[in-house]
Antibody
Framework: QVQLQESGPGLVKPSQTLSLTCTVS??????????WSWIRQHPGRGLEWIGYIYHSGTTYYNSSLKSRVTISVDTSKNQFSLNLNSVTAADTAVYFCARNRLSGTSYWFDPWGQGTLVTVSS | SSELTQDPAVSVALGQTVRITCQGD??????ASWYQQKPGQAPVLVIY???NRPSGIPDRFSGSASGNTASLTITGAQAEDDADYYC???????????FGGGTKLTVL
């Protein structure tokens, strides 16, 4: 079955760019009908959707983060990536990647990566 | 963008039935999905498209919807159901994805 795994630095300095990669195994990122998302969870808090990308490169971002976020895809490596620039301590969170699907009026995320904690600190 | 509202905490006696609710305007036009999250783990999808269970999810989990409210029902709660539960849906007006704030379920 499809599995996702996040990778990237666990510590980022303020004002710098947070960069994470999600590697997809057990299936092709180019499979039609699926989108690929980044979601984060601040310590002890709920889930916040960051954005998604389709294998064609079409993206959609949470408007609250849109000015700082870029999501890209590398179909040859079966990976997609997150860049979040100008980070502050408020960006400290566990970052998850997930596959998502839209069908009719339904939208869901499955599966999820295990998540990676990114701390913003000098 | 719209919001989804969940009760912060709910408790249920072992073996009893519990309903967790999620309210929001987006639910008038789209079905909720539900996720279970245990400490230190990633969320796991338990219900999608109103009342569909992924493979491996016990049939004690079910979903329903009415108006602006979606519900997750656990019939015969087990100790392993003690977890946080999140709902999510899509706001068709702006294509945003929204999550509820989460409900901490305690199985007594």
């Amino acid at each position: 079955q499809v599995q996702l795994q996040e990778s990237g630095p666990g510590l980022v300095k303020p004002s710098q760019t947070l960069s994470l990669t999600c590697t997809v195994s057990g299936g092709s990122i180019s499979s039609g009908g699926y989108y690929w998302s980044w979601i984060r969870q601040h310590p002890g808090r709920g889930l916040e959707w960051i954005g998604y990308i389709y294998h064609s490169g079409t993206t959609y971002y949470n408007s609250s983060l849109k000015s700082r976020v870029t999501i890209s895809v590398d179909t040859s490596k079966n990976q997609f990536s997150l860049n979040l620039n100008s980070v502050t301590a408020a960006d400290t969170a566990v970052y998850f990647c997930a596959r998502n699907r839209l069908s009719g009026t339904s939208y869901w995320f499955d599966p999820w990566g295990q998540g990676t904690l990114v701390t913003v600190s000098s | 963008s719209s919001e989804l509202t969940q009760d912060p905490a709910v408790s249920v006696a072992l073996g009893q039935t519990v309903r967790i609710t999620c309210q929001g305007d987006t639910l008038r036009n789209s079905y909720a999905s539900w996720y279970q999250q245990k400490p230190g783990q990633a969320p796991v999808l338990v219900i999608y498209a109103k009342n569909n269970r992924p493979s491996g999810i016990p049939d004690r989990f079910s979903g329903s919807a009415s108006g602006n409210t979606a519900s997750l029902t656990i019939t015969g709660a087990q100790a392993e159901d003690d977890a946080d539960y999140y709902c999510n849906s899509r706001d068709s007006s702006d294509d945003h994805v929204v999550f509820g704030g989460g409900t901490k379920l305690t199985v007594l």
